[in-house]
C-alpha cells in the first residue's frame, strides 16, 4: 500500500511521493530531450552521453514499471488491477517506454529495430500527461463526452466512404492515373473535408467538381461537431470547477474566530440600525 501511495496522484502528496513524481518527470523530460537532440546530424559527436543518457533513461523507466506491476499485485483486487494497468493506456506507454532498453538486449540492432526503438522513444512523450493536470483534465472531459464524441466521429468517417466511392467511380475513367481506385478516393474525401486541398488530386469532371463543392461544405459542417462537442464540455468543466472552488472558499470562511459569518452580519446589521436610530434621536 505504501508504495502504491508513492506512485499513485494524490490530492495532497507527501514528500516520498513528491520526489518520486519529480524523478519521473525528470526522466521523462530528460528523454524528450534525447530523442529531439537525435534528430540532428551533430548528435553523432555525442553519441556515448545519448548513450548514457538512454541506459539510465532505461533503467528508472524499467524500474517504475516493474514497481507499478508490484504495486497492481499487492492491490487488495489482485489480477484484476494489474490486467487493468497492463492494458490501460499509461500502461502501454510504460510498456513501450522501456522496449528501447529491452530491445538491443533481446534482438540484433538492424533497421526495423532501429525503426521500432525510435518510435517507442517518440510515444515517451504521452509519459507525461501521468503528471499534467491539463491533461488528466482533458482525459476526464474526453471521458465525459465519449458517446457524443464516438458518434460526431463516426458521421465523418462514413461521409468520408460515400463521398470517396462517389467521386471514384465519376472520376477513374476521366483520370484512371489519378483516381485508381476507392482508396484515392478517400484520399481526396479526406482532404477536401477537412479544406486542406494538396492539389495532387482533384476532379475535372462537372459532376465531379459538384461532388468536389458538397463535400467541401458538407465537410466544414460536420468536421465542426468534435470541436463544438468538446469545446462545451470544456466550458461546463471550467464553470463546475469554478463553482466547486468558491463553494469550498465560502465554507472555509463561513466560521471566523469561531461566530458563523450569519452571525456576525446579523450583529453588525443590528448595531448599525441602533447606532443610526440613536444618532436621529440625537438630532430631534
Known amino acids: 500500500m505504501r508504495l502504491t501511495r508513492i506512485l499513485e496522484p494524490t490530492l495532497h502528496p507527501h514528500p516520498e511521493q513528491k520526489i518520486a513524481r519529480a524523478v519521473l518527470f525528470f526522466a521523462v523530460m530528460l528523454g524528450m530531450v534525447s530523442v529531439i537532440v537525435s534528430g540532428f546530424d551533430t548528435s553523432r559527436q555525442y553519441r556515448n552521453i545519448t548513450g548514457v543518457v538512454g541506459y539510465f533513461l532505461g533503467v528508472i523507466f524499467l524500474a517504475e514499471y516493474l514497481l507499478r506491476i508490484l504495486s497492481a499485485l499487492n492491490h487488495r483486487r489482485g489480477k484484476g488491477t494489474l490486467r487493468r ?3 490501460s493506456f499509461l500502461g502501454v506507454i510504460d510498456f513501450i517506454a522501456i522496449l528501447p532498453f529491452v530491445l538491443p ?5 538492424d533497421e526495423e529495430l532501429k525503426l521500432i526503438i525510435n518510435f517507442s522513444r517518440v510515444l515517451l512523450i504521452f509519459k507525461i500527461t501521468r503528471y499534467s493536470k491539463a491533461f488528466n483534465m482533458l482525459g476526464e472531459v474526453l471521458n465525459s463526452v465519449k458517446t457524443p464524441l464516438t458518434l460526431s466521429i463516426i458521421i465523418p468517417i462514413v461521409f468520408m466512404f460515400f463521398a470517396a466511392t462517389l467521386v471514384f467511380y465519376v472520376e477513374h ?8 481506385n476507392i482508396g484515392d478516393g478517400f484520399w481526396w474525401a479526406v482532404i477536401t473535408m ?8 482533384y476532379p475535372i469532371t462537372p459532376l465531379g467538381k459538384v461532388i468536389g463543392g458538397l463535400t467541401a461544405l458538407i465537410g466544414v459542417f460536420i468536421i465542426a461537431l468534435p470541436t463544438g462537442i468538446v469545446t462545451s464540455a470544456f466550458v461546463s468543466r471550467m464553470n463546475r470547477d469554478r463553482l466547486v472552488a468558491t463553494s469550498e472558499k465560502e465554507k ?3 466560521k471566523v474566530g469561531g461566530i458563523p459569518n450569519s452571525l456576525r452580519s446579523y450583529y453588525r446589521n443590528r448595531h448599525k440600525a441602533t447606532l443610526r436610530n440613536f444618532t436621529k434621536n440625537y438630532e430631534k
Open 85 to 87: 494497468y497492463l492494458f
Open 105 to 109: 538486449f533481446l534482438f540484433p540492432i
Open 173 to 180: 475513367q476521366a483520370q484512371p492515373d489519378i483516381f485508381r
Open 194 to 201: 477537412t479544406t486542406t486541398g494538396y492539389g495532387d488530386i
Open 252 to 254: 472555509s470562511s463561513d
